[in-house]
């Protein structure tokens, strides 16, 4: 950040411009308004600006940027949140985009704290090669898969509450109704539940209003579970359509091959290894090997979502899956392994396997080539 104390004056700042040498830029993202930066490919500032976060704002952005000759490399922070339409805006344009972190708290101290500073180091970061990660493609098919993953969350959500509310209250429940509902299975009690019929004279009676109040929350479990299969459906077509490659793996469905491609993104060129996806779903190991202690733990990082599906995957390979139980029934024994570093390898298993489904085999092919 040192060199990036040089503010060139408006004569210098021309003169680049009409050396079309090229430029780097930051982008402090916000809500409203987004924050650009753009410096010297030596580091020396040339000019901070500011602009609205509406279509027009993102073509003067552009307009602007692309006015100090070619651009080089694009900082961007919150390319999943505030800055997730400028990034798609920018990349339509094949601007080169960095996915750059938010400075940490010693930075910040040591710094300070604006809009402009934030830019500027989110340019610097990009000109120095620390910023080197590239940002999800949220266009076509796959940003529909996320936006229909947002959906069923909030539905999966709603049911849990539910189901919890239903048993707060009937614990609490008069002793008659109670003793009626506490021991029946959950998908008897919910079809019960939906059954009841209160008396709508009596809702001041507690008997009364407890039944209610479970026929209203039993409904609503029904209805966030038709929900969730109302997506599910949808989930299976989208996921076709964006990869038909991931379902024929053996524990891959919908929903985990959706959660697969939503980390991957539209471009999952970008995941150049597949190392660097095992470390990006949380299934690469980590060593924590000690003295004579020689061992790894399961890596409880990267994203979570996609470390929740390949998890998924391993618990149904090991129930229904030969090659899976074969593995198992040769590895477990309690002096070599236990059952946790077993599972931490099977999802190293899955995710080499599915990085192998998730790009595409010229992809594949050319980064082996080269």
Known sequence: MASMTQVLTAGEATDVRSTGAGVYAGIDTHADTHTVAVITAAGAQLAVEQFDTTAA???????????????????????????????????????????VNRPDRATRRAKGKSDPIDALAAADAARSGRAAAIPKDRTGTVEAIRLQLIARRSAEQDAAKALNRIHAVIGTAPATLRDSLRDLPRAALLTTLTGLRPDPTRLHEPDQGAKHVLRALARRVRDSRAEITTIDQILADLVQRANPRLLPIHGVGPFTAAL???????????????????????????????????????????????????????????????????????????????????????????????????????????????
Not at 75 to 85: P, V
Not at 278 to 289: K, N, R
Not at 292 to 305: E, I
């Open 57 to 99: 704002g993102y073509a003067a952005l552009a307009a602007w940027l692309l006015g100090f000759g070619p651009v080089l490399g694009v900082g961007i922070e919150g390319t999943g949140s505030y800055g997730s339409a400028l990034c798609s805006y920018l990349q339509a344009l094949e601007v080169v985009l960095y996915e």
């Open 260 to 370: 697969l491609l939503t980390t991957a993104g539209a471009n999952p060129e970008r995941i150049t290894t597949e190392a660097k996806f095992a470390m990006l779903t949380g299934t690469a190991p980590i060593p924590v090997s000690s003295g004579k202690t020689d061992r790894h733990r399961l890596n409880r990082g990267g994203d979570r979502q996609a470390n929740r599906a390949i998890h998924a995957i391993v618990l149904t390979r090991k129930a229904h899956d030969p090659r899976t139980k074969a593995y198992l029934a040769d590895r477990l024994n309690p002096k070599a392994s236990n059952k946790t570093d077993l599972t931490r390898t099977l999802k190293r298993y899955v995710a080499r396997e599915i990085y192998k489904a998730l790009i595409p085999p010229t992809t594949t092919s050319r980064q082996t080539a080269a």
